[in-house]
């Protein structure tokens, strides 16, 4: 059904402005907007419109259009950034329990880790807490972690490494006194992560869209709750790049909702949203 600006807004926003945003967002960012986000896209960019001091929608989409400075905070307004410390926690299990005793036992003391859509840092932060809490002496190990995003605003706010006291309340016992400082003065309710675990992550603006500038081959990717803004077509073709990506016996830890299709024969699953690179697999 298609609807009719709403006369109350303070800009109008048509149909066909909200089919512009579509269009470019789809293709920079790959992210597919739903047709009942029309509010949500309006709510998100309405804010640049008054920041930017613009008349109106056409002027804003024509900026976006011919890119002209503000494509980046067009995307950073578009991206849904929503994350938590230790979310989906099994997948942490998993790597204590499973992929840290194998890699010692292999001796290679070597990890190379990508979280790709790592939004505020949560993700690759609680990745290098677990490693330096898994009972494993791993302060000789060659371990890093590679921490990417499409949005630089998250991305410098993840480098920063600055949270609210409110959201660190769901990390293991222990945890926050010995990786976070606590903030005093006017930094009091919040905290900042620790030299320990800053010095494991590097952050980089990386477009899963575009070239991806990576060596590889990684032990694990965390690619979670990001292919789900995909078709189902560009998520067939992030898998493959990914699969390229990881060591023969690698893995890929996705998100909740996003269960890879049976047949596809790049991975094989061994957990809850946990995939292991199948090189068997019929390619
Ligand atoms: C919902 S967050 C997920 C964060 C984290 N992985 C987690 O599960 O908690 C999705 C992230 O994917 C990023 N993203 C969306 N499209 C992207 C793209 N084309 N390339 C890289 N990152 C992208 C967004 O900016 C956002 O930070």
């Not at 204590?96 to 290679?108: F, H, M």
């Not at 677990?130 to 002496?137: A, E, F, M």
């Not at 990881?246 to 049976?262: I, M, N, Q, T």
Request: glycine residues 6%; proline residues 3%; contains cysteine.
């Amino acid at each position: 059904m298609h609807s009719n600006p709403i006369q109350q807004r303070e800009f109008c926003f048509t149909d066909a402005h909200f089919k512009r945003v579509k269009t470019v967002l789809y293709a920079h960012a790959g992210i597919l907007l739903a047709d009942n986000k029309q509010d949500m896209a309006y709510n998100r960019l309405v804010r640049r419109i008054r920041e930017l001091n613009l008349q109106n929608f056409d002027q804003y989409l024509e900026d976006i259009e011919s890119d002209i400075g503000e494509f980046s905070q067009f995307i950073n307004a578009m991206t849904t950034n929503l994350t938590a410390f230790f979310r989906e926690s099994h997948h942490f299990d998993f790597i204590s329990k499973t992929i840290i005793p194998q890699v010692a036992l292999s001796g290679k003391r070597r990890l190379r880790i990508w979280s790709a859509g790592c939004s505020l840092g949560e993700e690759p932060y609680s990745l290098a807490m677990t490693l330096l809490s898994s009972g494993q002496d791993i302060s000789n190990w060659d371990v890093r972690i590679l921490a990417t995003d499409i949005d630089s605003d998250v991305l410098n706010k993840a480098r920063l490494g600055v949270y609210p006291q409110d959201r660190v309340g769901v990390l293991p016992k222990g945890y926050l006194p010995k990786f976070f400082l606590k903030g005093k003065g006017c930094s009091a309710g919040n905290v900042q992560v620790g030299a320990e675990l800053m010095e494991m992550i590097t952050f980089k603006y990386l477009n899963l869209m575009e070239q991806w500038p990576l060596k590889g081959p990684f032990d694990f990717i965390f690619c979670r709750n990001v292919m789900i803004y995909f078709d189902k077509n560009t998520q067939r073709k992030l898998l493959e790049r990914m699969a390229a990506l990881l060591k023969p016996d690698g893995y890929l830890f996705v998100g909740h909702s996003e269960a890879l299709a049976r047949h596809d024969s790049h991975f094989k699953l061994i957990g809850k949203t946990i995939y292991q690179k199948d090189s068997q697999g019929g390619r």
